[in-house]
């Protein structure tokens, strides 16, 4: 008992062990897995951000080309339309009397990105380290820019705190064109010279929240998948586990019981009655062993075939089991043989409990079908000697075929029990 009872604290930790082992395997491969599409999602987030950030800088660029071109852009002067002071004579009297002033690329830039702040969600500026324009001067992301185009980058961008949350700031570098040159030539710049930037900045406020949202569902998701594959793991394995149960009673069933007629095998009997001996020799308490052998069981055989004989093994197997006390123990003892162990009990109520046996023997053969069949048994009995340490067992069941033998001899189908020379059982 207490070594089933190790076996199976052993095999607990076992199947715990391995429940566990192969639960962090899955939670590792499920958190790679959704951190994977959590990273990239992420990246997605960041590759849109940037594609729209250089497509602002790219439609500026091109709108300050188109009006560079022209040589700039004449509006007509009115209410709320002021001149460019950093401009040479800006104003122009049209043929119509109209006053109309010049909007160059730098202007129209900032006009432009005036109107994107109020009616868009981006703002961008034309700045340089060395503006005409001193409202153009470049704050500190645009001046970090500015520094590494110098340094041969041609644009940068980050992510930032602003005013209105978080925003997306991107820069590109300005080349300047030759039709930059009626402006910039006196700076020095000559063209293909960088000669500053343009920045745009735009909130990502929602598509940060969006994102959040979606980490949320991926490891909500996350969470569910992998409970809902441990509990089909646990199911497994708590499956696996019954299944193993099943299969190793059913082996430890084969392994001590006679697949023919479903007694004791010799193996699991001689155990039981060495620990009966020794229980025997401690409590002082009698032991006996009986050994039946069934008669003329050669004949049942060559007569009428192997099948009938062992349909008359498991008669007589039957007739045991029907015969004993709960606490007596039966085995086959090999081929048409039986062994009886018969704890806490002498050598003649061994014998009448065997007498038992010889009379069930004919209701156990009645109904298996066997009426037509002689089938008795003969039956040796005899007690262990506690004096005997060493071969007691071996004595016993020596005397015990002693008398098996004289029951043989007397006539069969009888039960005798040991009877030592001086006479006494």
């Known amino acids: 008992m207490l070594k089933d009872g190790r076996i199976a604290k052993v095999e607990r930790r076992a199947y715990t062990s391995f429940f566990i082992s192969l639960a962090g395997i899955l939670l590792v491969l499920f958190t790679g897995i959704f951190l994977g599409f959590a990273l990239r999602n992420a990246d997605l987030v960041r590759e849109s951000v940037l594609a729209r950030g250089r497509s602002l800088f790219n ?65 961008f500026k034309i700045t340089s380290l060395n503006p005409l324009n001193p409202g153009n001067a470049a704050d500190a992301f645009e001046t970090r820019a500015l520094l590494a185009f110098d340094a041969g980058a041609t644009e940068l961008w980050e992510t930032e705190e602003g005013s209105t949350g978080r925003q997306f700031r991107y820069m590109g570098a300005l080349r300047t064109e030759a039709s930059c040159l009626d402006c910039h030539a006196a700076q020095g710049y000559r063209e293909g010279d960088i000669r500053g930037g343009i920045s745009v900045s735009f909130s990502i406020e929602s598509l940060e929240a969006s994102l959040f949202s979606n980490n949320v569902v991926i490891v909500i998701l996350a969470l569910l998948i992998a409970a809902a594959t441990l509990g089909a ?74 099948l009938t004989g062992d349909k008359a093994l498991i008669a007589i197997a039957e007739g045991i089991k029907a015969s004993i006390r709960s606490y007596d123990v039966c085995g086959r003892y090999g081929g048409e043989e039986f062994i009886v162990v018969f704890p806490v009990t002498a050598a ?39 004096a005997a340490d060493q071969n007691g067992i071996d004595l016993m069941l020596h005397q015990a075929d002693r008398a098996l033998y004289r029951a043989k001899s007397a006539g069969k189908n009888q039960c005798l029990a040991y009877e030592s020379p001086n006479g006494h059982s």
């Open 59 to 123: 439609q500026i660029v091109l709108t300050r080309r188109w009006a560079a071109e022209y040589g700039g852009v004449y509006v007509k002067k009115g209410e709320g339309v002021e001149s460019n002071p950093w401009l040479e004579h800006p104003d122009l009297l049209a043929a119509d009397g109209s006053l109309l002033t010049l909007r160059n690329p730098a202007l129209i830039t900032r006009e432009i990105s005036e109107i994107a702040a109020r009616e868009e969600d981006y703002r």
């Open 348 to 386: 003649e109520e061994a014998r009448l409990s065997c007498e038992r046996i010889c009379r069930n023997i004919a209701e156990a053969r009645r109904s298996e079908g066997l009426e037509k069949l002689r089938l008795s048994v003969s039956i040796g009995v005899a007690a262990l000697d506690r």
């Open 233 to 306: 793991v646990f199911s497994f394995v708590l499956k696996l586990r019954r299944e193993l149960d099943l299969v190793r009673a059913e082996l430890e069933e084969a392994a001590i019981h006679d697949g023919l007629t479903g007694l004791f095998n010799r193996r699991f009997i001689m155990e039981r009655l060495e620990e009966e001996a020794a229980k025997s020799r401690r409590s002082g308490q009698p032991l006996s062993c009986a050994i039946i052998d069934a008669d003329d069981f050669k004949a049942v055989n060559d007569v009428h075939g192997h």
